[in-house]
């Protein structure tokens, strides 16, 4: 079955380190998402890309940036991580064109601590 | 930017009682979806809808394009629907056309 895992599921890290986040889907989708997850916020879009070597900034991309080098994954990086930036961080894809975001798949999430 | 309401933000229930779950936006849309959270779990669609009602299961889904209005209804509730249910609207342009809801947290007593 096609699937959108994400990795690592946990991870703890220090302020100022770069630590990425790995997001890989066998959907095939051209649509790949990074959102972070916070109490008393909706989802949030950092980062997003319509198909290979196509990226583009989201809502709160300060401080992240993703690369898309295949199909398949698009890695999300923290470049000094901060400690506004201790989150879950969801990954999701979609199949749909520019204009239409249509079904979305989510990973698991990535609870990401940054002390 | 399109304002996402949910309501209520919180409910709790008892087993096989009737849940209804209602999501407001501000500006029209080209379709609107509601997603399943368990704890500590990750996000999964329910339904993807731009007009009338769509049914899976025990789970129905509305919406009313004039009214800018969706509800999402739970029969015959039970524990394991116990979860965070998010709203989510596509006012179309890509990815930052989507505006989620800040979600309803469901619990189902035995």
């Known amino acids: 079955d096609a699937e959108i895992t994400q990795s690592p599921r946990h991870k703890i890290t220090e302020t100022g380190r770069q630590v990425t986040l790995a997001c890989h889907q066998t959907w095939n989708h051209n649509n790949m998402f990074w959102y972070r997850q916070d109490l008393g916020h909706g989802l949030r879009l950092i980062h997003y890309s319509y198909g290979v070597q196509d990226t583009n900034k989201g809502e709160v991309s300060d401080g992240y940036s993703v690369s898309r080098s295949n199909t398949e994954d698009l890695p999300l990086t923290l470049e000094s991580a901060a400690s506004s930036q201790t989150s879950v961080y969801f990954c999701?894809?979609?199949?749909?064109?520019?204009?239409?975001?249509?079904?979305?798949?989510f990973g698991e999430g990535s609870r990401l601590t940054v002390l | 930017k399109n304002e996402v309401e949910q309501s209520p933000q919180n409910l709790t229930a008892q087993e096989g009682e009737f849940i209804t779950i209602n999501c407001s936006y501000s500006?029209?849309?080209?379709?609107l979806h509601w997603l399943q959270q368990h704890p500590g779990g990750g996000i999964v669609s329910l339904f993807m809808?731009?007009?009338g009602k769509k049914k899976h299961g025990r789970l129905i889904a509305t919406i009313n394009i004039q009214e800018k209005h969706s509800s999402l209804h739970i029969t015959a509730s039970h524990p394991r629907d116990s979860a965070v249910y998010i709203c989510a609207v596509d006012s179309g342009g890509g990815a930052d056309g989507l505006t989620f809801g800040k979600g309803t947290h469901l619990i189902i007593q035995p």
């Open positions: 999701a894809s979609s199949e749909h064109n520019r204009r239409y975001t249509g079904e979305l798949f």
């Open positions: 500006v029209g849309i080209s379709a």
């Open positions: 809808l731009s007009s």
